[in-house]
């Protein structure tokens, strides 16, 4: 167990919390925002030291979410996984406490009654599935596994033609669900509850969306991936090396920002390293994650 892994909010009646996978991962802006330099993060001091280092380096985190809401358990995403061979050697073959974390967090996986993925990236299903004697099965053997009908045809038809998108997590993580009855395809005007709805966030991937929570006059929403890193919300429309259609993807991040600027609404965003969580904020002609 490890308590930094987890993180709570309160928002109205739902309880939400963080499980971190892999925390505090550094890397070059560039990665994100191809045309980006250390000195471009710099300018941006609000973003030290939480979601950026002194020397311009971007920092992300690999996490997923579980909420509890009108007697519903939902995890939205489930990170990388354990035992996984993956393209790059970092997400290869993880042996993390997930599972006991999500168990401190007050989140038992038996309880959990819904698995919603904001979209089908290895980083965001991998805990679908748990390896038991050389077989994959459902982790949340309870629950009713929602994708986005759009999202999966999206992936069907890649797998289908041979898309360039790497796509051995398929096999491990959505193939057994399936093999298991437990997918339901969802569009994007589904409820959970009438505190919880999704908002179509395309431009990523084609399906993906962002979760809103909605209890006695308080929101939240979970971002998924239309945005990193909160740099983004400084210059959403610049595009990013992650989105499949970039300019979707900016044309949805620049309505994000502007939609909830001083709303008070919690973002709280799906690779946001701790606390992971703010309000969005006029900054000049910019806007910045008030913490
Ligand atoms: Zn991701």
């Not at 986005?148 to 041979?162: F, I, P, V």
């Not at 997590?169 to 005007?189: K, N, R, T, V």
Request: overall charge negative; glycine content about 8%; charged content about 20%.
């Amino acid at each position: 167990m490890a308590a930094e892994h987890i993180r709570q909010w309160r928002v109205g009646d739902v309880d939400i919390a963080r499980i971190v996978e892999v925390s505090g991962f550094e890397d070059d802006i560039s990665m994100l925002l191809p045309d980006a330099t250390p000195q471009y993060v710099q300018q941006f001091g609000w973003l030290a030291p939480h979601f950026a280092t002194p020397d311009g380096r971007m920092i992300i985190s690999f996490q997923c979410f579980v909420l509890r809401s009108k007697g519903r358990t939902a995890m939205i995403d489930t990170c990388i996984g354990n035992d996984r061979k993956r393209e790059f050697d970092v997400f290869c073959n993880l042996q993390s406490t997930f599972l006991e974390d999500l168990r401190s967090a007050g989140f038992p996986a038996e309880q959990v009654t819904d698995v919603l993925c904001t979209h089908l990236h290895f980083d965001h299903v991998g805990w679908n599935t748990r390896l038991v004697d050389g077989k994959w099965v459902p982790t949340f053997p309870q629950a009713r596994y929602l994708f986005g009908r759009r999202e999966w045809q999206h992936w069907t038809h890649l797998r289908d033609t041979g898309g360039y998108h790497h796509m051995d997590h398929l096999q491990d993580s959505i193939d057994p669900i399936l093999a298991a009855g437990l997918e339901e395809f969802i569009d994007a005007d589904f409820r959970l509850t009438d505190e919880v709805s999704l908002i179509a966030t395309p431009g990523h991937t084609p399906g993906h969306v962002s979760v809103l929570i909605e209890s006695r006059g308080e929101q939240a929403v979970i971002t998924g991936d239309l945005m990193h890193n909160p740099i983004q919300i400084a210059v959403p429309a610049t595009e990013a090396r992650f989105d499949m259609d970039k300019s979707q993807a900016a044309r949805t991040r620049c309505d994000f920002v502007q939609r909830f600027c001083n709303t008070g609404t919690l973002v709280i965003g799906s690779h946001f390293p701790e606390p992971t969580a703010g309000v969005i904020v006029p900054d000049g002609q910019a806007w910045r994650l008030e913490i």
